[in-house]
């Protein structure tokens, strides 16, 4: 096996199953609508957007599990995006965004009913277990917890995928993580999102060329947790390696709320689906063959060594007899040089094509 083809495949991660949907090299992206907090604290809102999630396209829609008073102290303040200008603290910002429990086991059903994958975001042990007794199919962890080892260990003693977001990271600490992950053995169960966290992220500052890096850096699968306003983003995300795309979701960018303003409204998030999947479809896979659809042009386009005079028989040939043209289903020009001082078998006449048959 051609040594640059061994290591290409023994450096693709494995494939990782959430719920039913394979992450691979095949696959389509996974796509995330992030409700996140959009639903205000309100859980019948929170089935509006589940609901308008799944007929946008997305595979899974995704929520936060928190504590107030367990995430936030007092004094925390709320970053300027979070407020639009009002002097409230996280603590008090985020009380009014909360779900209890049992609301939250109501979402899950929901999700459920209409066919589409529960997904959280935990902030604490105890949010984690909440989330595990929901039955999500896999764990996403944000980037804030990125060097949070206790919650990571926790979320990897689930033995469920995981999705670790690394906005706002050194490299060094990216390089922790996941040296800590692949101290539990398990990488080929974690999906890094690249991410930049600031809101909205303004696209000189998306560096999509973080998501390939990644890949080749840990080998693992990768993805992008995308604060962008931008649809096109989905398919140049995915061009650059994204098998999971996440992007913030909202029935009215215009309501009050920390996130809305940058999230996709239901027609915008499935404009995105539909970006992602032609840019899967246009990427394909690495081709060691000609595709069946370049068949006939291959054919006809290509030249074949042809006799540029008549040529005849016992008469040596010399370079100036010989010359190239299409069709290329004769010999290839790479043989040209070959039959250069051979012996013609019969009269060749111009413009025929030269085969080996026809000399000596």
């Known amino acids: 096996m051609d040594a640059i083809l061994k290591d290409t495949i023994e450096r693709c991660p494995a494939p990782i199953c959430i719920g039913l949907h394979q992450i691979d090299s095949l696959s389509k992206p996974y796509v995330v609508a992030e409700i996140g907090v959009n639903h205000n604290g309100d859980a019948d809102q929170a089935r509006c957007l589940i609901d308008a999630a799944h007929q946008a396209g997305a595979d899974a829609a995704k929520f936060q599990v928190f504590s107030a008073g367990a995430l936030a102290t007092a004094e925390a303040q709320a970053a300027e995006y979070q407020t639009r200008g ?23 059903k929901h999700c459920e009913s209409v066919g589409i994958a529960f997904l959280a975001t935990p902030f604490s042990i105890d949010d984690l277990q909440l989330v595990v007794d929901l039955g999500a199919p ?26 670790v977001s690394t906005g706002a990271s050194r490299a060094s600490e990216i390089d922790e993580t996941v040296s800590h992950i692949a101290g539990q053995d398990a990488r080929a169960r974690t999906i890094l999102l690249h991410c ?41 995300a995915v061009a650059c390696g994204a098998r999971v795309l996440e992007k913030h979701f909202t029935l009215d960018r215009g309501l009050t709320g920390p996130d809305h303003a940058f999230s996709l409204t239901p027609e915008m998030f499935r404009q995105y689906v539909q970006t992602a999947e032609t840019a899967w479809r246009m990427m394909g896979q690495p081709r060691r063959d000609v595709a069946d659809v370049e068949q006939e042009v291959r054919a006809l386009a290509r030249k074949s060594v042809v006799a540029s005079r008549t040529i005849r028989r016992n008469e040596r040939i010399t370079a100036d007899m010989l010359t190239l043209k299409r069709p290329g289903n004769g010999l290839e020009p790479k043989h040209l040089a070959a039959l250069v001082g051979r012996t013609a078998r019969r009269d060749i006449a111009a413009d025929a094509q030269v085969v080996w048959d026809m000399v000596d």
């Open 86 to 108: 009002a002097a409230r603290s996280q603590r008090e910002m985020l009380e009014g965004l909360e779900l209890a429990p049992d609301r939250f086991k109501q979402i899950a």
């Open 196 to 236: 930049v966290s600031t809101y909205p992220t303004a696209p000189r500052d998306a560096s999509l060329s973080t998501i390939a890096h990644l890949r080749s850096r840990y080998t693992m699968w990768t993805g992008y947790s995308d604060h962008t306003e931008s649809i096109e983003v989905a398919g140049l």
């Open 138 to 163: 896999a764990i996403k962890l944000a980037s804030t917890d990125i060097n949070n080892f206790p919650l990571l260990d926790a979320a990897l003693a689930t033995n469920l995928p995981l999705l």
